[in-house]
């Protein structure tokens, strides 16, 4: 089974990317709000615990979003791996991650991280918020914030991974076409 992690700053195509990378490498796209949602929607005790807290205005901890990973490991069937998407965004959770799949005897087979500059970043926000209607992603101050949390709490992730070799970065910028041959470029290897 492979494990592979996306990663990149916000505005850095993830969601754009990550439909062609599960068709391709026929991998279960494992992206925890989406997971958070479903657990929650089929009423599973994860699933009840996260509602609870999320309704107490508390953050999910670490271990629910974990057991929700590993559930959707232990249901893989008819694909090769997984595309983990916002998780690990810290270092207590990559340590997590790697705990979790030593104990299934396997490991994470690379970090796929799509970089752009700082500068792309609020570029791609503020466009986007204007699309998507997303008003708090066009204010200044909110971007800005978003891209110094990525910075400090995310981007840690990056070197935790890196010590070990399994840490690759993709140029980000370019056309969606672009960012997508270099994704595979660095995929078909593994």
Same mark, same amino acid.
């Given at each position: 089974?492979?494990?592979?992690?996306?990663?990149?700053?916000?505005?850095?195509?993830?969601?754009?990317?990550?439909?062609?990378?599960?068709?391709?490498?026929?991998?279960?796209?494992?992206?925890?709000?989406?997971?958070?949602?479903?657990? $929650?929607?089929?009423?599973?005790?994860?699933?009840?615990?996260?509602?609870?807290?999320?309704?107490?205005?508390?953050?999910?901890?670490?271990?629910?979003?974990?057991?929700?990973?590993?559930?959707?490991?232990?249901?893989?069937?008819?694909?090769?791996?997984?595309?983990?998407?916002?998780?690990?965004?810290?270092?207590?959770?990559?340590?997590?991650?790697?705990?979790?799949?030593?104990?299934?005897?396997?490991?994470?087979?690379?970090?796929?991280?799509?970089? $752009?500059?700082?500068?792309?970043?609020?570029?791609?926000?503020?466009?986007?918020?204007? $699309?998507?209607?997303?008003?708090?992603?066009?204010?200044?101050?909110?971007?800005?914030?978003?891209?110094?949390?990525?910075?400090?709490?995310?981007?840690?992730?990056?070197?935790?991974?890196?010590?070990?070799?399994?840490?690759?970065?993709?140029?980000?910028?370019?056309?969606?076409?672009?960012?997508?041959?270099?994704?595979?470029?660095?995929?078909?290897?593994?």
């Amino acid at each position: 089974m492979k494990y592979y992690i996306l990663f990149g700053p916000p505005g850095a195509g993830k969601g754009t990317q990550a439909g062609a990378m599960v068709e391709k490498y026929n991998l279960r796209h494992l992206s925890t709000g989406a997971l958070l949602r479903s657990e $929650i929607a089929a009423g599973t005790p994860l699933g009840r615990q996260a509602k609870t807290l999320i309704e107490a205005g508390s953050l999910v901890p670490d271990e629910v979003v974990e057991g929700m990973i590993e559930s959707q490991f232990n249901q893989a069937e008819g694909v090769d791996g997984f595309l983990l998407d916002g998780f690990p965004r810290t270092i207590a959770q990559a340590e997590s991650l790697d705990a979790l799949l030593n104990r299934r005897g396997e490991e994470v087979t690379a970090v796929v991280s799509i970089m $752009i500059p700082d500068t792309l970043i609020r570029e791609r926000i503020t466009h986007r918020a204007s $699309i998507e209607g997303r008003a708090d992603d066009a204010r200044p101050e909110v971007v800005d914030n978003r891209i110094r949390t990525y910075h400090e709490k995310t981007e840690p992730v990056a070197a935790y991974y890196r010590k070990d070799g399994r840490y690759y970065e993709i140029d980000g910028a370019g056309s969606i076409e672009e960012v997508r041959g270099r994704i595979r470029s660095l995929m078909d290897r593994f």
